[in-house]
T-cell receptor, first 117, second 115 residues
Framework: DTEVTQTPKHLVMGMTNKKSLKCEQH?????MYWYKQKAKKPPELMFV???????INESVPSRFSPECPNSSLLNLHLHALQPEDSALYLC????????????????FGPGTRLTVL | AQSVTQLDSQVPVFEEAPVELRCNYS??????LFWYVQYPNQGLQLLLK??????LVKGINGFEAEFNKSQTSFHLRKPSVHISDTAEYFC?????????????FGQGTTLQVKP
């Protein structure tokens, strides 16, 4: 299995809702990433987990809460979002054969298209 | 700090013509370089990567890129494009040592292949 899966594919939520995005990989990777991508823009890094520990938080607002319950799963919990948070949310993972978590090549999932009303 | 500049925001080209998408980077340390492609409403797919060794890198779908350290460039080329190559292309860089997992992307180039 050489893919990163993300669910749901699409999500519409109100500003008072609580929802979660899910990302899964079964490649034995030990680094996982959340990115936010607005239309016609490059992905922006939000969070990085290494060996299930948060290693980078790019000053993301607290209404986004990441969680890494195990080495294969990454969640992004959403609460009290704003319409400007509408975007494509991409998950990625990486690891090389020597076991270093931050091998350069990142494998991306198909994304969750989020719309906040 | 590292940065990536993709010199063309849009590149229109006719089918079966050659194409070059330009990418320049700035970094004071050694780097790894990548080209990713994103088709509409999809995630990013790795086209090719330069980590070390030969400066000419061949990737999927007939694409290749050349790492030029003196010009700090990593331009992407394809000798004959197809309609199906229409997509957004992103050049990206990360540290070659002391990697923290941060991948820096360029602003993207839209390749529009016309029949």
């Amino acid at each position: 299995d050489t893919e990163v899966t993300q669910t749901p594919k699409h999500l519409v939520m109100g500003m008072t809702n609580k929802k979660s995005l899910k990302c899964e990989q079964h490649m034995g990777h030990r680094a996982m990433y959340w990115y936010k991508q607005k239309a016609k823009k490059p992905p922006e890094l939000m969070f990085v987990y290494s060996y299930e520990k948060l290693s980078i938080n790019e000053s993301v607002p607290s209404r986004f809460s990441p969680e890494c319950p195990n080495s294969s799963l990454l969640n992004l919990h959403l609460h009290a979002l704003q319409p400007e948070d509408s975007a494509l949310y991409l998950c990625a993972s990486s690891q090389d054969s020597s076991g270093r978590a931050f091998f350069a090549e990142q494998f991306f999932g198909p994304g969750t298209r989020l719309t906040v009303l | 700090a590292q940065s990536v500049t993709q010199l063309d925001s849009q590149v229109p080209v006719f089918e079966e013509a050659p194409v070059e998408l330009r990418c320049n980077y700035s970094s004071s340390v050694s780097v790894y370089l990548f080209w990713y492609v994103q088709y509409p409403n999809q995630g990013l797919q790795l086209l090719l990567k330069y980590l070390s060794g030969s400066t000419l890198v061949k990737g999927i779908n007939g694409f290749e890129a050349e790492f030029n350290k003196s010009q700090t460039s990593f331009h992407l080329r394809k000798p004959s494009v197809h309609i199906s190559d229409t997509a957004e292309y992103f050049c990206a860089v990360t540290r070659g040592s002391g990697n923290t997992g941060k991948l820096i992307f360029g602003q993207g180039t839209t390749l529009q292949v016309k029949p």
